[in-house]
């Protein structure tokens, strides 16, 4: 995955390009700055960081993470609110931003690349950096026929796989999950209070407060 989005970079956000797409991303860019209004916030695999300058808009400081300098290259190259900071850090540890804590985090298109095995040790190392009660918003695709790429195979944890190309000619099996509400919650377990799941035509949103 992370050879994967260092190869891709350059042209990753032809994804934010498509027609059929462009409503929800609007709706979806307006909802954001409200869900951190005034808190400290840790970005997850921000990418390119499209969704970066949304939900920090009024956020009162907003550390972008991503293991990737390639992706974080283009996030940096453009303009932020002022109280974004970029850092390299592997999502698994966050050894990277020390001892520091969080009231809120974001994670766009982050959680369909977690094998459904992983999902939980992840969730753990993400919520032991943040602070009881903190915000918790995860964004990211619902599989929508003819707009989505095809599911190749599924595993015996019931993981969800497609065949990618890029430009160079490179060919790529990409795990890709799409949960449906109740099995995300189900992940979520008791880590989670008052979640909150929004279906837009080609996104989910999950926001919920860490327990
Ligand atoms: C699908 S992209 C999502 C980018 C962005 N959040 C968005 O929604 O447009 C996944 C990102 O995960 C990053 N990534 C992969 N493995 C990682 C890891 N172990 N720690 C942090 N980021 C990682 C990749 O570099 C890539 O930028």
Redesign the pocket.
């Known amino acids: 995955?992370?050879d994967y989005?260092?190869r891709r970079a350059a042209v990753?956000e032809r994804i934010y390009a498509k027609p059929e797409r462009q409503a929800d991303l609007r709706a979806i860019e307006a909802a954001l700055p409200a869900l951190f209004a005034g808190r400290s916030v840790l970005e997850?695999?921000?990418?390119?960081g499209?969704?970066t300058p949304h939900g920090a808009r009024d956020a009162r400081r907003w550390l972008a993470?991503?293991?990737?300098p390639e992706?974080m290259d283009v996030a940096r190259a453009k303009p932020m609110p002022a109280c974004v900071e970029f850092r390299t850090?592997?999502?698994?540890t966050f050894v990277e931003i020390g001892n520091e804590t969080f009231d809120a985090a974001f994670?766009?298109?982050?959680w369909s690349?977690l094998a459904l095995e992983r999902v939980p040790a992840w969730l753990d190392a993400l919520h032991a950096r943040l602070e009881p009660g903190a915000r918790v918003v995860l964004?990211d695709n619902r599989y929508v026929e003819g707009s989505s790429t095809p599911i190749s195979r599924r595993d015996e944890h019931g993981n969800s796989y497609q065949l990618r190309s890029l430009d160079d000619g490179s060919r790529h099996e990409v795990l890709k999950n799409f949960p449906q509400r109740d099995e995300a919650l189900a992940l979520l377990g008791t880590r989670a209070r008052a979640p909150q799941w929004t279906e837009y035509p080609h996104y989910w949103l999950l926001s919920y407060e860490r327990s």
Do not use: E, Q, R, S
């Open positions: 995955m992370l989005y260092k990753y997850v695999a921000c990418g390119t499209w969704w993470t991503d293991l990737n992706t850090a592997d999502a698994w994670a766009g298109h982050w690349h964004l």
